[in-house]
């Protein structure tokens, strides 16, 4: 009953079997029944911690996406099914996480009534490689760490999508749609959608895992918890997620922390550095114009052609082809 007050895709929960409503003349002993049913569907609720329910859920919605993406069946789920879910996603995310979400699908099986054996060789084999390749010591949680996994996904997917500081921090969970080349980002309202009809931007998988704005995004959700509500939120001391979600200055004292943090001076870096340093780095990798405006959705050519200028005064520089 790790589930209990949670709606899932593609899965009805169920609950402790509650008895026929007793009639007037239902005996003592039935009406007792009843309230013992009531008992048990209360403890059962709490077989779990609050925190341990939550993290199954995301767990088991984590599953179902990455099903639905493939076009396999979740619920029930063959043991092939459930051991390429494993190798794919130990790309991204540690043993300890998998090990959950494989104990999740299990639960969610059990649940509806169906055998997902975990000893299959699509799974044990699969689980075992993972586990010898990149070991099963658990990695310890601290408040710095998750405000680095926090910190290094507000950089890189404020930097590649070129988003506004608003923009970023305005992101809900749903607002990421999954799809095989990386995630799309909803922006519900923006300062060049102020009717608020949406604009859909492409976050692309990165070539490097240490850079890679999709795979920096799934970790930090996946230390945080995040299954719903604010994307970037703000962690206690303790290194725990809370509810309360980022504001536009946040944005500039992370921008400006990791600018020193890199040795240069922050005084003149913000917050908007993330969007315009993605015009200029766009720039000068030879990215047409169009294209850079289709990312950073500029209306002015003119005004995104100081960026351009900028990003390309040594590319193809005569001065540089002199002989100096």
Same mark, same amino acid.
């Given at each position: 009953?790790?589930?209990?007050?949670?709606?899932?895709?593609?899965?009805?929960?169920?609950?402790?079997?509650?008895?026929? &409503? @007793? %009639?007037?003349? $239902?005996?003592?002993?039935?009406?007792? /029944?009843?309230?013992? *049913?009531?008992?048990?569907? =209360?403890? #059962?609720?709490?077989?779990?911690?609050?925190?341990?329910?939550?993290?199954?859920?995301?767990?088991?919605?984590?599953?179902?996406?990455?099903?639905?993406?493939?076009?396999?069946?979740?619920?029930?789920?063959?043991?092939?099914?459930?051991?390429?879910?494993?190798?794919?996603?130990?790309?991204?995310?540690?043993?300890?996480?998998?090990?959950?979400?494989?104990?999740?699908?299990?639960?969610?099986?059990?649940?509806?009534?169906?055998?997902?054996?975990?000893?299959?060789?699509?799974?044990?084999?699969?689980?075992?490689?993972?586990?010898?390749?990149?070991?099963? &010591? @658990? %990695?310890?949680? $601290?408040?710095?760490?998750?405000?680095? /996994?926090?910190?290094? *996904?507000?950089?890189?997917? =404020?930097? #590649?999508?070129?988003?506004?500081?608003?923009?970023?921090?305005?992101?809900?969970?749903?607002?990421?749609?999954?799809?095989?080349?990386?995630?799309?980002?909803?922006?519900?309202?923006?300062?060049?959608?102020?009717?608020?009809?949406?604009?859909?931007?492409?976050?692309?998988?990165?070539?490097?895992?240490?850079?890679?704005?999709?795979?920096?995004?799934?970790?930090?959700?996946?230390?945080?918890?995040?299954?719903?509500?604010?994307?970037?939120?703000?962690?206690?001391?303790?290194?725990?997620?809370?509810?309360?979600?980022?504001?536009?200055?946040?944005?500039?004292?992370?921008?400006?922390?990791?600018?020193?943090?890199?040795?240069?001076?922050?005084?003149?870096?913000?917050?908007?550095?993330?969007? #315009?340093?993605?015009?200029?780095?766009?720039?000068?990798?030879?990215?047409?114009?169009?294209?850079?405006?289709?990312?950073?959705?500029?209306?002015?050519?003119?005004?995104?052609?100081?960026?351009?200028?900028?990003?390309?005064?040594?590319?193809?520089?005569?001065?540089?082809?002199?002989?100096?």
């Amino acid at each position: 009953y790790l589930f209990i007050g949670h709606d899932l895709p593609g899965i009805p929960m169920t609950q402790p079997p509650a008895p026929p &409503a @007793p %009639r007037a003349d $239902t005996s003592p002993a039935l009406r007792d /029944l009843a309230a013992t *049913a009531e008992r048990a569907r =209360g403890y #059962a609720h709490q077989a779990r911690a609050q925190s341990t329910r939550r993290s199954y859920a995301i767990a088991w919605t984590d599953f179902c996406r990455w099903c639905a993406e493939h076009g396999l069946a979740p619920l029930p789920a063959a043991p092939e099914t459930v051991g390429l879910f494993l190798a794919d996603r130990a790309q991204t995310l540690r043993p300890a996480s998998l090990r959950l979400r494989l104990v999740a699908i299990g639960q969610a099986h059990r649940l509806q009534g169906h055998a997902l054996d975990p000893r299959h060789p699509a799974i044990r084999e699969v689980w075992a490689g993972i586990r010898r390749q990149h070991g099963t &010591a @658990p %990695r310890q949680s $601290t408040a710095a760490t998750s405000e680095v /996994l926090r910190d290094r *996904a507000l950089l890189l997917v =404020g930097f #590649a999508a070129a988003l506004r500081r608003s923009e970023l921090v305005a992101l809900d969970a749903a607002d990421l749609r999954p799809v095989p080349e990386g995630v799309v980002l909803t922006l519900r309202r923006s300062k060049t959608d102020p009717d608020g009809a949406g604009t859909e931007i492409a976050l692309p998988h990165g070539q490097h895992d240490l850079t890679c704005p999709v795979r920096a995004l799934a970790a930090w959700r996946d230390a945080a918890g995040l299954a719903d509500g604010a994307i970037f939120v703000s962690v206690t001391r303790g290194g725990r997620a809370t509810a309360t979600r980022l504001s536009d200055r946040d944005v500039a004292r992370v921008v400006k922390a990791a600018v020193a943090a890199a040795g240069y001076d922050p005084a003149g870096f913000a917050g908007h550095s993330l969007r #315009a340093g993605f015009a200029t780095s766009a720039a000068r990798a030879g990215v047409p114009e169009h294209a850079i405006m289709q990312q950073t959705r500029h209306r002015s050519a003119a005004t995104l052609r100081g960026y351009v200028r900028r990003g390309g005064l040594f590319r193809d520089n005569a001065a540089s082809k002199v002989g100096l």
